[in-house]
């Protein structure tokens, strides 16, 4: 039976006892794309990702598996209960994939529900709960609230085959769903029944908000026929998604039957969209007939009008224009009317629906600015809602300064939060079409890698009156790049640059075990040799050079190849840095350095993806602990590494892609300092830092882009 039911549906979203109208991270309803697979293109999937474990991401984090979970769903093949495992397996097998490469260690749980024709069907894996009502009865899932022991089960990204629960019920006018974290157990069964019984989808979520006390997450879906008239509280809507769809165009009425219709709050009425079936389609066909009879009267009118003005000439006399004129006239105008009219019309929208997400946006930060500042959890829950909030509005209207200063105003309290360092970041060169990953400062040069195009950039830096630093010029090294001559070899894709201090060159290393080294004004001056043995080595990412041996980080064969010098050429075969029985597990490491002064020169510093850093000396492990970090910015994963040997500035950056975070230590461990900048977006693919100790400015590479933070002083 097609077109039987549409959903209702509102969330609760409560962070440190009091509710938030934005919508919570990783909540989405979305109907079935034009595109959809066969036997989904009347499914409506409800979806609610939730943290789990000691690390939380970021809310993106949860919005885009709430959004993977839906395209994957909509693609799969199959009945509804095969779609789902197969949502539940490739999510759970992403976060397996993520985990095990070292990165920074997330969980997560999963609820899901489908609708299609009569019948909802629900899954979940970890901790979340459904509580269904149906023909006057109350169905927990997956089990009773009372059952603790097979009320949690195993989170996603936890094990290889996640522990999947599913039901099916049976469908009709009225029947209600509730979706939630695991907190949702620990209320009164009584009283939730209560507020399932109520009269509308709004009078339920103000029930549920009543009974919670400090934290929740929640979906309420009421399913009604489509010719029900839509509740004042509640606003039409194709999908809740936040993120820009990676689906086909949505399908016209006709072709989705099913649609949803979402509140913002247990509190509010949101602001209306649209609604694809039933009462919609009908008011849609009035509001274009009433349309079309205002054109037609509206031209109608006109030309009586023109009638008027200039009335047809007298019998054999010639009129006020020719009648090609007239005509011309007569199209124009009208035309020139209707444009004016439907430009005012779409003006006037785009400028309420602006408003709109403002004074959400607006709500959001006073409610945040109520939270005690000692609930940590709440508070970042809270301001992170508003930068949530402000970047719908930026869609709508970017750069709007009252937005702006929302989302600085939420960077000001994390920093006072977690002591964030938060600086702007100058652009100091971009590259088109460029991935760069490696960066080398030498003196007034700095050499990045382009990993995209395989080649190195030699950036000139000069140093104005003002102690600023700008770029001067840049230049490609011609013999380092994939497919250049050099000598009898062409050089293939590049691992790594250093600088050698020992023969004063730019120095490059590809998989083939080329080392290319060319001097830095001499553009042509080069040299290149082949290193022995390069066929063991399984997957290198970083070299160093340190009194005349070179060291290679190979973490796919768990070692450190370490060539000796003889003659000033590296002639012998490599030698295994770590030896014996009892060897170090660095299959996920990402960066090292060598400390080369004093007493413990030569002692080799290893960063794995998940944060840690060991010490070695000799191939053997010597004490390195981190101290001194605030709470909250705890290493949970690491993305690069680098050792400053300045002897005025030593210390490690370690950087964290996924919190767009430049971490200092020393060369103990201590922490120094965290560094934010304020257009956080430009540390989104954030892949290496160099540090000047002499300026006190760091260079980061992100992206395309060579950016540069100043340490001295923080931006006002």
């Given at each position: 039976?097609?077109?039987?039911?549409?959903?209702?549906?509102?969330?609760?979203?409560?962070?440190?006892?009091?509710?938030?109208?934005?919508?919570?991270?990783?909540?989405?309803?979305?109907?079935?794309?034009?595109?959809?697979?066969?036997?989904?293109?009347?499914?409506?999937?409800?979806?609610?990702?939730?943290?789990?474990?000691?690390?939380?991401?970021?809310?993106?984090?949860?919005?885009?598996?709430?959004?993977?979970?839906?395209?994957?769903?909509?693609?799969?093949?199959?009945?509804?209960?095969?779609?789902?495992?197969?949502?539940?397996?490739?999510?759970?097998?992403?976060?397996?994939?993520?985990?095990?490469?070292?990165?920074?260690?997330?969980?997560?749980?999963?609820?899901?529900?489908?609708?299609?024709?009569?019948?909802?069907?629900?899954?979940?894996?970890?901790?979340?709960?459904?509580?269904?009502?149906?023909?006057?009865?109350?169905?927990?899932?997956?089990?009773?609230?009372?059952?603790?022991?097979?009320?949690?089960?195993?989170?996603?990204?936890?094990?290889?085959?996640?522990?999947?629960?599913?039901?099916?019920?049976?469908?009709?006018?009225?029947?209600?769903?509730?979706?939630?974290?695991?907190?949702?157990?620990?209320?009164?069964?009584?009283?939730?029944?209560?507020?399932?019984?109520?009269?509308?989808?709004?009078?339920?979520?103000?029930?549920?908000?009543?009974?919670?006390?400090?934290?929740?997450?929640?979906?309420?879906?009421?399913?009604?026929?489509?010719?029900?008239?839509?509740?004042?509280?509640?606003?039409?809507?194709?999908?809740?998604?936040?993120?820009?769809?990676?689906?086909?165009?949505?399908?016209?009425?006709?072709?989705?039957?099913?649609?949803?219709?979402?509140?913002?709050?247990?509190?509010?009425?949101?602001?209306?969209?649209?609604?694809?079936?039933?009462?919609?389609?009908?008011?849609?066909?009035?509001?274009?007939?009433?349309?079309?009879?205002?054109?037609?009267r509206l031209l109608g009118n006109f030309s009586r009008i023109l009638d008027r003005v200039f009335p047809p000439p007298p019998e054999g006399k010639r009129g006020w224009f020719r009648t090609s004129t007239a005509v011309a006239i007569s199209i124009i105008i009208p035309i020139a009317v209707v444009i004016l009219v439907a430009w005012f019309g779409l003006s006037s929208t785009d400028q309420t629906e602006f408003e709109t997400c403002v004074g959400n946006a607006t709500k959001a930060a006073n409610l945040a600015r109520s939270i005690n500042s000692t609930?940590?959890?709440?508070?970042?829950?809270?301001?992170?809602?508003?930068?949530?909030?402000?970047?719908?509005?930026?869609?709508?209207?970017?750069?709007?300064?009252?937005?702006?200063?929302?989302?600085?105003?939420?960077?000001?309290?994390?920093?006072?939060?977690?002591?964030?360092?938060?600086?702007?970041?100058?652009?100091?060169?971009?590259?088109?079409?460029?991935?760069?990953?490696?960066?080398?400062?030498?003196?007034?040069?700095?050499?990045?890698?382009?990993?995209?195009?395989?080649?190195?950039?030699?950036?000139?830096?000069?140093?104005?009156?003002?102690?600023?630093?700008?770029?001067?010029?840049?230049?490609?090294?011609?013999?380092?790049?994939?497919?250049?001559?050099?000598?009898?070899?062409?050089?293939?894709?590049?691992?790594?640059?250093?600088?050698?201090?020992?023969?004063?060159?730019?120095?490059?290393?590809?998989?083939?075990?080329?080392?290319?080294?060319?001097?830095?004004?001499?553009?042509?001056?080069?040299?290149?040799?082949?290193?022995?043995?390069?066929?063991?080595?399984?997957?290198?990412?970083?070299?160093?050079?340190?009194?005349?041996?070179?060291?290679?980080?190979?973490?796919?064969?768990?070692?450190?190849?370490?060539?000796?010098?003889?003659?000033?050429?590296?002639?012998?075969?490599?030698?295994?840095?770590?030896?014996?029985?009892?060897?170090?597990?660095?299959?996920?490491?990402?960066?090292?350095?060598?400390?080369?002064?004093?007493?413990?020169?030569?002692?080799?510093?290893?960063?794995?993806?998940?944060?840690?850093?060991?010490?070695?000396?000799?191939?053997?492990?010597?004490?390195?602990?981190?101290?001194?970090?605030?709470?909250?910015?705890?290493?949970?994963?690491?993305?690069?590494?680098?050792?400053?040997?300045?002897?005025?500035?030593?210390?490690?950056?370690?950087?964290?892609?996924?919190?767009?975070?430049?971490?200092?230590?020393?060369?103990?461990?201590?922490?120094?300092?965290?560094?934010?900048?304020?257009?956080?977006?430009?540390?989104?693919?954030?892949?290496?830092?160099?540090?000047?100790?002499?300026?006190?400015?760091?260079?980061?590479?992100?992206?395309?882009?060579?950016?540069?933070?100043?340490?001295?002083?923080?931006?006002?």
């Amino acid at each position: 039976m097609a077109f039987d039911f549409e959903a209702l549906v509102g969330h609760l979203y409560v962070v440190g006892g009091r509710s938030l109208s934005t919508q919570p991270p990783g909540m989405l309803v979305e109907v079935a794309p034009k595109k959809a697979a066969r036997g989904r293109e009347l499914d409506t999937i409800f979806v609610l990702v939730t943290p789990s474990g000691d690390v939380t991401a970021p809310a993106a984090f949860y919005d885009q598996m709430a959004n993977l979970a839906a395209e994957r769903y909509f693609n799969s093949n199959g009945g509804v209960t095969a779609g789902l495992r197969t949502v539940f397996n490739s999510l759970n097998q992403d976060l397996v994939d993520h985990n095990g490469e070292g990165k920074r260690h997330y969980e997560a749980n999963l609820v899901c529900s489908v609708l299609k024709d009569n019948e909802v069907f629900l899954a979940r894996a970890g901790a979340g709960v459904a509580l269904y009502r149906h023909m006057g009865e109350m169905q927990p899932f997956p089990t009773d609230f009372s059952n603790d022991e097979a009320l949690y089960g195993p989170p996603l990204g936890v094990q290889p085959v996640p522990d999947i629960k599913m039901t099916r019920y049976g469908v009709m006018q009225g029947s209600r769903l509730v979706m939630s974290d695991s907190r949702l157990a620990d209320l009164d069964m009584g009283r939730m029944t209560a507020a399932l019984c109520t009269n509308e989808i709004a009078d339920v979520l103000a029930g549920y908000k009543e009974m919670v006390s400090s934290q929740v997450t929640l979906m309420a879906i009421e399913f009604v026929p489509p010719e029900t008239p839509s509740p004042a509280s509640v606003k039409d809507a194709r999908s809740s998604s936040r993120a820009p769809s990676t689906s086909a165009p949505l399908p016209s009425p006709v072709t989705a039957p099913t649609t949803t219709e979402t509140q913002a709050s247990a509190e509010e009425a949101a602001a209306p969209s649209r609604r694809v079936n039933g009462v919609l389609v009908a008011q849609l066909k009035v509001i274009a007939g009433a349309i079309s009879l205002f054109f037609s009267r509206l031209l109608g009118n006109f030309s009586r009008i023109l009638d008027r003005v200039f009335p047809p000439p007298p019998e054999g006399k010639r009129g006020w224009f020719r009648t090609s004129t007239a005509v011309a006239i007569s199209i124009i105008i009208p035309i020139a009317v209707v444009i004016l009219v439907a430009w005012f019309g779409l003006s006037s929208t785009d400028q309420t629906e602006f408003e709109t997400c403002v004074g959400n946006a607006t709500k959001a930060a006073n409610l945040a600015r109520s939270i005690n500042s000692t609930d940590k959890a709440g508070t970042l829950a809270a301001w992170d809602a508003v930068v949530s909030q402000t970047n719908k509005c930026d869609k709508m209207r970017p750069n709007d300064p009252t937005m702006l200063s929302l989302v600085r105003e939420a960077q000001t309290v994390k920093d006072a939060l977690f002591q964030i360092d938060r600086r702007h970041a100058v652009t100091l060169k971009s590259f088109q079409n460029a991935n760069l990953t490696r960066a080398v400062l030498q003196g007034q040069d700095l050499y990045v890698l382009d990993s995209q195009n395989q080649l190195v950039q030699r950036i000139s830096l000069k140093t104005n009156d003002d102690g600023t630093v700008e770029a001067a010029s840049s230049e490609p090294m011609a013999a380092l790049r994939r497919g250049a001559v050099v000598g009898q070899y062409r050089v293939s894709d590049l691992i790594d640059i250093v600088w050698s201090d020992d023969t004063t060159q730019i120095t490059a290393l590809d998989k083939q075990g080329l080392l290319i080294q060319c001097s830095p004004r001499f553009r042509q001056d080069c040299q290149v040799q082949k290193l022995l043995r390069s066929e063991n080595w399984v997957n290198p990412i970083k070299m160093e050079l340190w009194e005349g041996r070179l060291y290679l980080l190979d973490p796919g064969a768990n070692q450190i190849w370490r060539y000796d010098s003889t003659g000033g050429s590296f002639a012998s075969s490599p030698i295994e840095y770590f030896s014996g029985d009892t060897r170090p597990q660095i299959q996920n490491a990402v960066g090292f350095g060598i400390y080369s002064s004093g007493t413990t020169g030569g002692s080799v510093f290893i960063l794995t993806g998940d944060g840690q850093t060991t010490k070695w000396l000799g191939g053997k492990q010597t004490p390195f602990v981190y101290a001194g970090f605030p709470d909250g910015q705890q290493l949970a994963g690491a993305d690069s590494f680098y050792l400053n040997p300045d002897p005025i500035g030593q210390g490690l950056f370690i950087t964290q892609r996924s919190s767009r975070t430049i971490f200092e230590t020393s060369l103990s461990g201590t922490w120094f300092g965290s560094y934010q900048v304020y257009e956080e977006d430009n540390f989104a693919a954030l892949n290496d830092v160099v540090a000047d100790a002499n300026l006190q400015l760091i260079y980061a590479l992100s992206g395309n882009s060579v950016f540069m933070i100043d340490q001295k002083h923080p931006a006002q």
